[in-house]
């Protein structure tokens, strides 16, 4: 039986015995330290000279990282080292030797190298303890899911229209005809909400972003949720409980990771609802007093949402958008038809928005109305329209890209950090 490295630093167990790859060693004198991965996590180990035989500690010395060993050993408390402990070595087996030099040896490989050699970076602490967190976040969404009475249900990638407009669509060859790979679960939440009710999906949406920005992905993890009954308010509600419930629990399980990543997870025990909110009206006022070169009407982009949240040290919402600025989906606000009643949630400190949502339109009429407006062909979306007249009830959803979350939550500064093997305009491999 083989105890592992997570559970080791909780225990009082004195004899311990790990298997692991080595990701990092040097010698000194007569001691040799190998740093030790197990896939639970990371401690240093140290073998001494009298330990073993003579030429079985000069072939250690040559071996390379990435080699895997099977140890022995006694663990200690040891300040000096980054994890608190080490295991001091009885007896050590090589389980498979590395023949040549690890690809990744030095820590200032360009982002390209590394983005190369995804397979081997993927063993770096700094990818090990993102992944971490990114299971775990995945596991809180679920619970909260589940605690509030949601239905997980899945659907296909593949269909034949767009959600999201046509700018970003991926179309694909299909026996001969046109089909597109889905930007969002939306349509059939919308169809599912009238058999199992409230309900969520986490799976792939898929973008054909020709940007090269620090927050695009061609192929990204989407959260998206829908509710039956529900209007904006109720959408907002859900909304800021499912992200303070997220950031307070994974600063409660996770705070040391967090901290090795550079968040404060106190900052994220902070986070409750209710959040800020502002509507686009404001917005656009706000900027124009940042001196922020916009028009009411215009989109507020990456740039325009990075200068937002200089107002805001907590994720905040951002209402009503323009309707000429929104997909043709989203319900009119009555009070001003010229709006939509849809709201982003922008997380702050540049990071900008991790949540698109709105009401939608529950009204037959008013839907083939919007598609007309937005020189649509209703028969594209004739299943879709349809559901509005059997059954159709005032309701909502929201889509949460998860990578973008992920970014904030772990500080990170590029979105390619947040997924293991990211996909970009110019890459699909490894
Ligand atoms: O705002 P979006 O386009 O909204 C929708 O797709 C709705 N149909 C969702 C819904 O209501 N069910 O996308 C939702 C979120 C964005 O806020 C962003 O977090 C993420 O998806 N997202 C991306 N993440 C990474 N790379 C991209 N190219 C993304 N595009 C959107």
């Known amino acids: ?92 087996k090589v389980l498979h030797k590395a023949d040549v030099d690890f690809p990744i040896q030095k820590s200032d490989h360009g982002p390209e190298y590394l983005m190369d050699n995804r397979h081997f970076y993927l063993r770096d602490r700094k990818m090990f303890l993102i992944t971490k967190i990114r299971a775990k976040i995945l596991q809180l969404i679920r619970k909260y899911f589940d605690n509030e009475g949601f239905t997980e249900v899945h659907v296909p990638s593949i269909v034949n229209n767009a959600v999201e407009g046509g700018s970003n669509l991926f179309k694909i060859d299909y026996f001969g005809n046109s089909a597109y790979l889905t930007q969002s679960w939306q349509f059939y939440g919308e169809a599912y ?130 309707k000429t600025i929104k997909p043709f989906y989203h319900k009119e606000d009555m009070k001003n038809p010229k709006l939509t009643l849809s709201v982003d949630m922008l997380a702050p400190e540049g990071y900008g928005e991790i949540i698109g949502s709105g009401q939608r339109i529950d009204d037959y009429d008013e839907m083939l109305r919007r598609l007309k407006e937005e020189k649509l062909n209703p028969k594209d979306y004739q299943w879709y329209i349809d559901m509005r007249k059997w059954g159709n009830v005032p309701h909502a959803g929201f889509g949460l890209g998860i990578e973008r979350i992920i970014m904030w939550i772990c500080k990170l500064e590029h979105i390619r950090e947040s997924i293991a093997f990211p996909r970009f305009v110019n890459r699909t491999t490894p």
């Open 1 to 92: 039986m083989f105890d592992s490295i997570s559970e080791l630093l909780n225990q009082n167990k004195r004899k311990v015995k790990i298997r692991g790859w080595i990701s990092k060693k040097r010698s000194s004198g007569g001691i040799q330290f190998f740093e030790i991965r197990d896939g639970t996590g990371f401690i240093q180990t140290t073998l001494k000279k009298d330990k073993v035989d003579e030429n079985f500690f000069k072939e250690l010395d040559l071996m390379n990282i990435e080699s895997v060993v099977e140890i022995e050993g006694e663990l200690k408390e040891e300040k000096r080292s980054k994890y608190g402990f080490e295991i001091i070595i009885d007896k050590l």
């Open 193 to 322: 909400i009238n058999s199992v009710g409230k309900c969520f999906t986490l799976a792939p949406s898929f973008r054909a972003e020709n940007s090269r920005t620090r927050r695009h992905l061609t192929e990204y993890w989407h959260l998206e949720a829908e509710m039956p009954f529900c209007n904006l308010e109720c959408l907002i509600k859900n909304e800021e409980d499912l992200i303070s419930f997220v950031c307070n629990e994974i600063a409660n399980d996770m705070p040391n990771e967090l901290k090795e990543l550079g968040r404060d997870p106190e900052y994220l025990k902070k986070i409750k609802a209710p959040l800020p909110r502002i509507n686009y009206n404001e917005a656009i006022k706000i900027l124009k007093n940042d001196g922020v070169k916009i028009d009411y009407g215009e989109d507020i982009g990456a740039d325009e949402e990075k200068i937002l949240t200089k107002h805001y040290n907590i994720p905040f919402f951002l209402t009503h958008f323009p």
